[in-house]
Each structure stands twice: as structure tokens, then as C-alpha cells.
């Protein structure tokens, strides 16, 4: 059974820093796509993040510059350290995994953390 559970939430003043993590079990998160998407009250699910099983990353533009993506193959863990935080990038942060090696779908889906930025 596949599981992604996302920590590292909270709540933040503008300007600071958060690092989420996302770990996954049922699979190994090195073999397929991994990524983070947001969603804010009242606001469709975004994407905010990805990295490919290169190794490569793509940022919406909103967080260029601010967060950044990787992974720890060891831990089968995946984090989003956000710097910078600014009140528009408050919203529930969900893990999300592609469904296979060679299928970019994203399928699997977390639980979701909040992140909370106040002015």
C-alpha cells in the first residue's frame, strides 16, 4: 500500500522559513516523479514544485528562487525548504508521486500539511 505523509508545517512570519518532508512507503520515490502542489481556501490545487527521477527540478514561477525540491534516496523522503515565505503562499502543501517509472500521472497523493504565513 502506498503511503506519502507530509510534516514540517506551521505557522510562519513573513519572511521566514519552513522545510516540509514528505516520506513515502509502498514505493520508491526515486523511480518516479515527486512533487508538491498547493491549494488556499476558495483557490484550485497548484502546482508548486517537482523533481524527476534525473534529478531535475521545475518550479512554478511563484516560488523560483524561494523554495527548493529534493530528495534523500536513503530515507525515501522528499522536502520542500521554502524560504522567504510571504502570506500569499499560505495554503495546505500536498506530497504528490507520478504513477509509475514511466508514467508522469500524478496519482499518489498525501494527506496534506498547512502552511500559515502571517503578515
Known amino acids: 500500500q502506498v503511503q506519502l505523509v507530509e510534516s514540517g508545517g506551521g505557522l510562519v512570519q513573513a519572511g521566514g522559513s519552513l522545510r516540509l518532508s514528505c516520506a513515502a512507503s509502498?514505493?520508491?520515490?526515486?523511480?518516479?516523479?515527486m512533487g508538491w502542489f498547493r491549494q488556499a481556501p476558495g483557490k484550485e490545487r497548484e502546482f508548486v514544485a517537482r523533481i524527476n527521477r534525473s534529478g531535475s527540478t521545475s518550479y512554478a514561477d511563484s516560488v523560483k528562487g524561494r523554495f527548493t525540491i529534493s530528495r534523500d534516496n536513503a530515507k525515501n523522503t522528499v522536502y520542500l525548504q521554502m524560504n522567504g515565505l510571504e502570506p500569499e503562499d499560505t495554503a495546505i502543501y500536498l506530497c504528490a508521486g507520478s504513477r509509475g517509472r514511466f508514467d508522469n500521472t500524478w496519482y499518489y497523493w498525501g494527506q496534506g500539511t498547512q502552511v500559515t504565513v502571517s503578515s
Open positions: 509502498g514505493l520508491t520515490s526515486s523511480n518516479i516523479v
